[in-house]
């Protein structure tokens, strides 16, 4: 019997050896930009905050890190991001510098399949964990009124505040996709993408240094999302 | 100054990483250890600095008078190297992306139609 055991386990030795050597674990890195569309009534109903323009309102930026733990399967982290900053035009303030960013961090997984030697289709589905960040570059002095008339916007009574900070908001959700893969190299290939995102974000969870306070309404429930990746494989 | 010294540095770091690889004269392009080493492993496996050698390594040989028909069924045979492995969905991946293909008709088709 022993002799037995010692036999499955140098068998095992072997295949989990064998399967190490054989397998190849890729690890590529990608950047790239997304396109969606949401709603930003917290800000556009407003016309203290910069201006709604395409760069920051239907712009995401990209950056993600994937590897194959499975023959046609990936893991990863993947970030989009919209920024958004200027100044913000508050009456009775010190007209601070505005700063928003909303970040849509994905952990993918995606399965795939080549259709031919080039090109690839990919399937995604991934979970979110979203967080919104805004920020106020005041002045000392003022820093306390301009935060006020910020809060008060979205109704929130006045906030004491020790220093300057950033408020924030973190939310769940769901993504899935659906892309091509081209491979101009290798190593090297281009990835467009389309899908949905589901958020469930809600302007009642922002949070200002260990305050519950109110934020932006955001209409960012259901999305559908188009990206264009260059996806570079490390190894 | 401060872009000078930061280009400096960055200048020798470069230097210190790819110094051998990026400036050296290559003897024998079309011999080069790292055609056969690649023809062999393919380039995905290589390291970066690899790469950029490589791609030196296929220019000078090119401009030697080499074929470039080497060089492309270098790539061919990585690209169906891939294609072999990849061409089938294996196990549970299959049902993986049908269930993402679900989940964008449910989306796209289904919740358009609800909402109207």
């Known amino acids: 019997m022993k002799h037995q055991i ?3 386990i140098l068998f095992a030795g072997i295949f989990l050896a064998s399967a ?4 190849q674990p890729k690890l590529a890195i990608e950047i790239g930009a997304g396109l969606y569309e949401p709603v930003l009534s917290g800000f556009d109903d407003n016309n203290q905050f910069p201006v709604a323009k395409f760069w920051n309102r239907n712009l995401l930026t990209n950056y993600g890190i994937y590897y194959q733990f499975f023959y046609n399967a990936r893991i990863g982290y993947s970030s989009y991001t919209s920024w ?4 913000l035009n508050n009456e009775g303030g010190s007209r601070p510098i ?3 960013s909303i970040s849509y961090r994905m952990f993918p997984i995606e399965t795939y399949f080549r259709y031919k030697p080039k090109i690839e289709f990919n399937f995604t589905l ?6 919104s960040k805004i920020q106020l570059n005041t002045r000392l002095n003022d820093s306390g009124d301009d935060w006020d008339i910020l809060l008060g916007i979205y109704g929130n009574n006045s906030v004491d505040l020790a220093t300057m900070g950033s408020m924030k908001s973190d939310w769940l959700g769901y993504s899935g996709q659906l892309g091509i893969r081209y491979y101009i190299k290798p190593y090297l290939g281009l990835d467009f993408k389309f899908g949905f995102m589901n958020n469930y974000y809600s302007e009642k969870k922002w949070r200002l240094q260990g305050n519950k306070i109110l934020g932006p309404v955001y209409e960012i429930s259901k999305l559908p999302i188009f990206a264009f990746k260059i996806v570079y494989g490390l190894k | ?17 790819f110094a051998e690889h990026m400036f050296s004269k290559i003897q024998n392009p079309c011999d080069d250890p790292i055609i056969s080493k690649v023809r062999k492993n393919g380039m995905v496996p290589m390291s970066l600095k690899e790469r950029i050698y490589f791609i030196r390594v296929k220019r000078a040989c090119l401009n030697a008078g080499g074929s470039e028909e080497v060089f492309a069924q270098i790539e061919l045979k990585e690209y169906n190297r891939d294609f072999g492995k990849a061409r089938e969905m294996s196990s549970w991946t299959s049902t993986f992306s049908y269930s993402v293909i679900v989940a964008l008709f449910y989306y796209f088709v289904l919740g358009h139609m609800a909402d109207v």
């Open chain 1, 6 to 8: 010692k036999s499955y």
């Open chain 1, 20 to 23: 190490s050597v054989m397998a």
């Open chain 1, 84 to 87: 958004a900053g200027g100044e």
């Open chain 1, 98 to 100: 505005f700063f928003r």
């Open chain 1, 126 to 131: 991934t979970p979110i964990w979203g967080r």
């Open chain 2, 1 to 17: 100054m401060t872009y000078f010294r930061i280009t400096i540095v960055i200048f020798v770091l470069m230097s210190s990483l």
